[in-house]
């Protein structure tokens, strides 16, 4: 390189860089890209935390004064605010107390200020404002359990038990006798499946599959299998609120589905105030909560479906060590109705206990 294509050439950069025309990304302050800054959020920081409640300050820069462009502003999908008119400088304050817990992108979309849409986006993560409450499951009822059953979901209608169980070539369907255990009707699954959580809605049983990307739904009288759907990424806990259709596949997020369609509506994620709760299974819906096994722990989580928020740890660390036997892990959470208690057991466990739960410093 001549010194004089040297020196114009380092004249450019300066020159750029002087006039500000690269740009960052509102995720990546260090990545750049070939379009003008014209829009960044300077505030909050990437991953800032936040308790529920907890207002928010959101600051931006933008390039100029543009009295006729139109500012939009989102807390995932929901549109928060929306105004006419933009300054250089703009302060808003952040009302989260109706937000969803976990993780939020904040989304500022800018029309009219150049030819095109920009965008830019910042995550932050929102904790509850409250310490869960600690129950403990007391023991009503000891009773016997298929240990060759894999148990995977578990759920009562008008008093009558049904599980759904998983392993390649071992899946199946089943209505089960309270009292013994036994079987009294099964579907098998095909070897190549994997089964998963189960619920009933409109006398229909819905199950899941692990890896295979499908819901199977059966007549709840006949077992005979009705129609299936598919879904992306995979299935482990299944229960429903009467509406919609309540699904976890392993990580912190839990989604509500259209039962007719399979369309997710909405979803959650699973926060306390202290931490994320991921690998949730097994769901059971009662009185307007969630119940959810956590994958390989010995406690059930009570959470609020509205946002995702932990209100309770059941401590069932009695509960493995008296029934697990030679099983597996803390598995299946069934409510009866007729008698208004929970029925929890595990993986391939030789026993089922009826409990109530009750808080610590009343047992």
């Excluded at 950069?13 to 006039?19: E, K, M, N, P, S």
């Excluded at 999908?77 to 817990?101: A, H, Y």
């Excluded at 359990?145 to 759904?164: A, C, I, M, V």
Aim: charged fraction near 25%.
């Amino acid at each position: 390189m001549t010194s004089t294509r040297f020196l114009s050439f380092l004249f450019a950069a300066l020159l750029l860089g002087t006039l500000g025309l690269v740009s960052c990304n509102g995720d990546d302050d260090d990545g750049l890209e070939d379009r003008i800054v014209i829009l960044r959020i300077t505030s909050p920081g990437k991953e800032a935390q936040y308790i529920s409640g907890q207002e928010i300050q959101l600051n931006l820069d933008i390039k100029d004064d543009y009295p006729s462009a139109q500012l939009e502003i989102f807390a995932n999908d929901s549109l928060i605010l929306s105004q006419q008119g933009v300054q250089k400088t703009m302060e808003f304050k952040l009302d989260s107390r109706d937000w969803s817990l976990g993780f939020v992108n904040i989304k500022v979309n800018l029309t009219g200020a150049v030819d095109e849409l920009v965008s830019e986006s910042r995550r932050v993560v929102v904790f509850s404002n409250s310490t869960p409450k600690i129950l403990l499951p007391k023991i009503v009822e000891t009773l016997a359990h298929k240990n060759d059953h894999y148990t995977q979901g578990l759920e009562f209608f008008e008093g009558r038990l049904f599980e759904g169980t998983g392993q390649f070539g071992e899946s199946k369907l089943a209505e089960i006798n309270v009292k013994t255990g036994a079987p009294l009707r099964i579907v098998e699954l095909d070897k190549t499946y994997f089964g998963e959580g189960i619920t009933i809605l409109n006398n229909e049983i819905y199950q899941l599959t692990w890896m295979n990307g499908v819901c199977f739904v059966y007549d709840l009288n006949t077992f005979g299998q009705k129609r299936q759907f598919t879904y992306s990424g995979e299935g482990w806990g299944l229960a429903n609120d009467g509406k919609h259709l309540i699904m976890s596949d392993g990580s912190s997020k839990i989604v509500f589905r259209d039962p007719k369609t399979f369309d997710i509506v909405r979803s959650i994620q699973v926060f306390s105030d202290k931490q994320e709760y991921r690998a949730i299974n097994e769901l059971e819906y009662v009185d307007g909560f969630i119940y959810a096994n956590v994958y390989q722990q010995d406690y059930i989580l009570k959470i609020n479906p509205k946002n995702g928020e932990v209100v309770a740890l059941i401590d069932c660390e009695e509960i493995f060590r008296l029934g697990r036997g030679n099983g597996d892990v803390l598995n299946g959470i069934a409510f009866n109705k007729k008698n208004g208690l929970f029925y929890l057991t595990g993986k391939n466990w030789p026993k089922m206990f009826a409990v109530e739960f009750v808080e610590k410093a009343s047992i």
